[in-house]
C-alpha cells in the first residue's frame, strides 16, 4: 500500500481472484464502496483494486467484504522486477488440463452422436459417460461462478452457459434412464440418428467456452506484466564512488546523495546531477526524443537512461519509488486502472435474460397443469423452454467470432487483447500518433551536406565519416554510415583511417585524416578551439536548424568547410495511413518530445494540420494530451513505440503499440501490431471493427432464435428433440457467419 496526500486517507491495493465480467467488477465495487468513505476502482484486466480508505477502515475490513460479495481478495505485494515471476503459474494453467479432457472427450461424444454409422447398441450409455466429466470437471468454473452469483442473486454469462451445460445433460439422462431402448440396437432406433439425446450439445459447448476463456486469461494477465516490464529497465549495479575508491552494489542500495560514476555504454542507476564530466546521454527510452541529450556538471540525469558517451560522476537525487522510473511505472498502472471496465453486450442482455426464461419455464409448468396437463406434459415443456433457451449459438457468438478475427489478425501480424477492444474501436473518433518509431523511423540519416565555395559535398562528408567512424555517439554513426553510402556509390572504396582520435564528450571529436586535421561538433567547441565560422555558412546553418534538422560542423585545418544536417526519416507508407486514418473517421494528432520545428516538418509531410501538433511534450504530457482530448469530447486512439508511451497507451481509450518497439508499449496497449508500418494501424482497426460487426451479428441472430423458441416451446409445439436440432442449426450458423472473417484482407 502507499500513502495518499490526504492526512486522513490512504490507497489501498488489493488482488482480487475470481472475477470473470463486468458485472463481477460492478458487485466488487459496490461492495468496497458501501463502507463508510471508502472509493474503489476495480479492474478486470489486471484482476486489482484501488482503493481510497480513511484511516479508521482496517486491511482486513476491506478483504472481508471482497469475501463477502463471493471473491477472493489479498493485498497487492509489490514484487522486485527482475525474476518477479519466478515459480508463478502461467496463465490459464488452472483451465489447460480442463480444456484437454474436454477436446478429447467431446471428440468422439459428438462424433458417435452425430454421425449414424458409428451408433453402435447402447451408445447412449457410452456418450453419456464420456460426456459426464466434460460437462462436470471441466466445466466447474461456469459452475462455480454461476452458483456465487446464484448466492448474490445476480446472473452472469456464466449463469446461462452453467444452466444450459446442465439442461442439457440432464434432459438427455433423464430421457436416457425412462427409455433405454432409445439406443439399445444402435442407428436403428430413430430416423434422426440422435436418439433424442443431446449430450454432444453440452461437451460441445463446454468446451468451445473453456477455450475462449483459456484464451482470454493469457490475454489478460499479460496486461499485468506491463509493470513490471517497465520497472525492469532500471539499472541493476551502480558504481558508488567513495573515497576515491569504486564499489560496485546494488542499484537499489543506492540513496539520495550518494556518489556514483557511469561509463560510456552504462545505463545511469537513478535520477541524479552530474557532478564530473562531459556526455551525450540517450534519453529515447524515456522521453522518445531522437537526439541524445548534452549533459555536464550540474545537468540533471535520469535513471534507466545511457550514458553514450564520456565518463560521468553522478550525484543521486531520487531512489526508489521516488525516481522518474518508478513515477512512470505509477503512471501506466493508474491509467490502466482509471480506464473504465467495459461489459459485454452478452453479460448486460443475460442479465435480464437469465431470470426472465427461468421465469418463462416456471410459468411454463405452472401453466399447464392448471389447464389440466399431465404432470409429464407439464415437465416436457418446461424442459423443451429451458433446451430451447440453451446459449449455444450466444455463448458462441462472442468467442468464436474473437478467435476468427483474431486468427485472421494474427495471419496479418496484428494481435487483438479481447472483446472489449473491439468496442473501443468501434467509437473511437481521434488518433494520437507519437512521433519518434512510429510516424518516423527514430534512426538520424543525413539530410544535406552545405560547403564552402571550393568544396564538394562527397569529399566534405567522406573527411567527416573517417573521423566520425571512431565514435559510438548516434550522430557519428548516422554521419559515417552516410559517408560509406557515398563512398560505395562513387567509387566502391573504404573510409580512410583516422590517426590521432580524440573526443570531447559534448563537443565534437578529432583527428588526423589523410594528412589533414579534421574536426566535426558544435560551433561553440569549434569556437573554443579557434575555428572561425564564415557567416555564409552560419545562415544555411541556422536555415537547416530551423527546418527541424540536427546539424554539425565540419572543420579542415582549423578552417569551417561545410555542414552535415540529420534527420529523423519519415517512415514509408506514413503518409498514406494519416489518409486512411482520415477516411476512418479518425482526426489524427501528432505528439512527440522533440522540438517544434521537428515536429512542424514531420506534420506537414504526412498531412496533420499545424493545430493538432503538440511538441516538447514528457511521458507525463502525453498522458495529459488524452485526457484533454477524452474531456473535450473524443474516444481517443493512441498508437506509440516506446516506455514513454505506454502510460498514454494505457489512458487512451484504444491504446495501439508497434511491434518494432517496447515490450512495456506493447504490454499496455489494446492493440499490436507487428510490422514497423503505422499502415498496419490503420488495418487493425478495420480489422478490428468488421470482427465487432459479426460479433453483434452472431448475437442478434442468437437471441433472436431464443426470443423466438421460447414461446413456441412453451406452448408446447416444440420437442425438445427438435429444439436441440434447431440450437446446433443456430450453432452453425453463427460459426459460418465468423468464419467470414478468415477472408478479410487489408
Known amino acids: 500500500m502507499e500513502q495518499s496526500t490526504y492526512a486522513t486517507a490512504r490507497v489501498v491495493e488489493l488482488d482480487i481472484q475470481g472475477m470473470t465480467c463486468a458485472s463481477c467488477v460492478g458487485r466488487v465495487e459496490r461492495k468496497l464502496d458501501s463502507i463508510a468513505g471508502v472509493q474503489a476502482t476495480v479492474n478486470l484486466a489486471l484482476e486489482s483494486a484501488r482503493v481510497l480508505a480513511p484511516a479508521g477502515v482496517g486491511d482486513q475490513d476491506l478483504l472481508d467484504r471482497v469475501a463477502s460479495a463471493g471473491y477472493s481478495a489479498r493485498l497487492h505485494e509489490r514484487k522486485p522486477a527482475a525474476g518477479a515471476e519466478g515459480g508463478e503459474p502461467s496463465p490459464g494453467a488452472d483451465l489447460r488440463p480442463r480444456l484437454v479432457v474436454a477436446a478429447v472427450l467431446t471428440v468422439p461424444t459428438f462424433a458417435i452422436s452425430m454421425i449414424p454409422l458409428l451408433q453402435f447398441p447402447n451408445w447412449g450409455w457410452w456418450v453419456a459417460v464420456l460426456a459426464l466429466p466434460v460437462v462436470t470437471w471441466s466445466a466447474w468454473p461456469f459452475h462455480r461462478a454461476a452458483a456465487i452469483n446464484a448466492r448474490h442473486g445476480s446472473s452472469t454469462m456464466d449463469t446461462l452457459v452453467s444452466l444450459g451445460i446442465v439442461a442439457a445433460y440432464a434432459f438427455s439422462a433423464g430421457q436416457l434412464i425412462a427409455d433405454p431402448a432409445l439406443t439399445a440396437h444402435g442407428m436403428e432406433d430413430s430416423g434422426t440418428g440422435m436418439g433424442g439425446l443431446y449430450f454432444e450439445v453440452a461437451a460441445v459447448v463446454a468446451t468451445f467456452l473453456l477455450l475462449g476463456r483459456y484464451l482470454e486469461a493469457r490475454a489478460k494477465a499479460r496486461a499485468g506484466s506491463a509493470l513490471r516490464s517497465l520497472l525492469d529497465l532500471g539499472a541493476k549495479e551502480a558504481n558508488l564512488l567513495k573515497d576515491g575508491v569504486e564499489y560496485r552494489i546494488p542499484a537499489e542500495s543506492l540513496v539520495p546523495g550518494d556518489t556514483f560514476v557511469v561509463r560510456p555504454g552504462e545505463k545511469i542507476a537513478t535520477d541524479g546531477l552530474v557532478r564530473e564530466g562531459l556526455s551525450a546521454v540517450d534519453t529515447s527510452l524515456l522521453t522518445g526524443e531522437s537526439v541524445p541529450v ?221 594528412g589533414r586535421r579534421v574536426a566535426v561538433g558544435r560551433e561553440t567547441w569549434l569556437l573554443d578551439n579557434g575555428i572561425a565560422i564564415p557567416e555564409s555558412l552560419r545562415e544555411r546553418f541556422r536555415s537547416r536548424e530551423a527546418s527541424g534538422a540536427t546539424a554539425v560542423w565540419l572543420a579542415v585545418d582549423g578552417s569551417a568547410v561545410g555542414t552535415v544536417s540529420l534527420r529523423d526519416t519519415l517512415k514509408p507508407g506514413s503518409r498514406a495511413a494519416v489518409e486512411r486514418f482520415k477516411a476512418l473517421g479518425l482526426r489524427p494528432y501528432l505528439v512527440t518530445g522533440d522540438n517544434a520545428a521537428v515536429a512542424a516538418r514531420v506534420a506537414a509531410e504526412v498531412g496533420i494540420a499545424p493545430s493538432d501538433v503538440l511538441a516538447g511534450v514528457r511521458p507525463e504530457g502525453k498522458v495529459d494530451a488524452v485526457r484533454r482530448l477524452q474531456g473535450e469530447g473524443a474516444t481517443v486512439a493512441m498508437a506509440g513505440d516506446g516506455v514513454n508511451d505506454a502510460a498514454a497507451l494505457a489512458r487512451a481509450d484504444l491504446g495501439i503499440a508497434m511491434g518494432s518497439g517496447t515490450d512495456v508499449a506493447r504490454e499496455a496497449a489494446d492493440l499490436t501490431v507487428m510490422a514497423d508500418d503505422l499502415g498496419q494501424v490503420a488495418t487493425a482497426i478495420e480489422l478490428s471493427r468488421a470482427t465487432l460487426r459479426t460479433i453483434k451479428v452472431n448475437l442478434f441472430w442468437a437471441f433472436a432464435y431464443n426470443s423466438i423458441g421460447i414461446p413456441v416451446a412453451a406452448l408446447g409445439l416444440l420437442n425438445p428433440m427438435i429444439g436441440g436440432a434447431a440450437m446446433a442449426a443456430s450453432s452453425v450458423l453463427v460459426v459460418a457467419n465468423s468464419l467470414r472473417l478468415t477472408r478479410f484482407a487489408r
Open 294 to 514: 548534452e549533459v555536464g556538471p550540474g545537468d540533471a540525469v535520469t535513471g534507466a537512461t545511457i550514458n553514450a558517451s564520456g565518463r560521468l560522476t553522478v550525484e543521486a537525487t531520487r531512489v526508489g519509488a521516488d525516481t522518474t522510473l518508478a513515477a512512470m511505472g505509477r503512471l501506466v498502472s493508474e491509467a490502466q486502472t482509471s480506464k473504465a471496465p467495459i461489459a459485454r453486450l452478452a453479460d448486460r442482455i443475460s442479465g435480464v435474460f437469465v431470470p426472465v426464461v427461468l421465469a418463462v419455464a416456471a410459468l411454463t409448468f405452472v401453466a399447464w397443469l392448471a389447464a389440466g396437463g399431465s404432470l409429464d406434459a407439464a415437465f416436457a415443456a418446461a424442459v423443451s423452454v429451458l433446451v430451447i433457451a440453451c446459449p449455444c449459438a450466444l455463448g458462441l457468438a462472442t468467442p468464436v467470432g474473437l478467435l476468427a478475427g483474431s486468427g485472421r489478425g494474427a495471419q496479418l501480424g496484428i494481435l487483438i487483447r479481447g472483446p472489449q477492444v473491439l468496442e473501443d474501436t468501434r467509437t473511437v473518433d481521434a488518433i494520437v500518433l507519437d512521433k519518434t518509431g512510429t510516424v518516423t523511423t527514430g534512426r538520424l540519416s543525413v539530410d544535406a551536406v552545405d560547403v564552402a565555395d571550393g568544396w564538394a559535398a562527397g569529399e566534405a562528408l567522406r573527411l567527416a565519416g573517417a573521423v566520425e567512424a571512431a565514435s559510438e555517439h548516434p550522430i557519428a554513426r548516422a554521419v559515417a554510415d552516410a559517408a560509406r553510402q557515398s563512398i560505395q556509390a562513387n567509387d566502391g572504396g573504404a573510409l580512410p583511417s583516422v590517426e590521432g582520435f580524440r573526443s570531447a564528450p559534448g563537443g565534437g571529436v578529432s583527428g588526423q585524416v589523410e
